[in-house]
């Protein structure tokens, strides 16, 4: 069930009901990560909603809650995007719906 919903297009779920997803990037800081996720976000045309990031003794972590409502390219896609740029910069990468996350969090 999870797969067919993730193959869907974002644009299918527009709207009061669209569904946000939990962007994460985990790794050790360098100059231009936000950069190089941001970049790849715009050019899906996905929104960042909000954004939290933080550096622990040369580690960096970053969250994003990301809406995809606007864009034109399915939910693995968008994962398979930012994560081949996660593998490009040297970072960790999870993506994931917020509502499965919280869901499974709730077990």
Known sequence: LFR?????????REGPGARHVVF????????????AFSEVLAELSVDIVDINQTLVHGNFAMMMILDPSGSPVSFED????LKRRGEEVGVLVFVQYEDMMRAVNRV
């Open 4 to 12: 067919l919903l993730e193959s869907q297009p974002f644009l299918e």
């Open 24 to 35: 994460t990037a985990l790794g050790r800081n360098r100059t231009g990560i936000v950069h």
């Open 78 to 81: 968008l994962r398979a995007s």
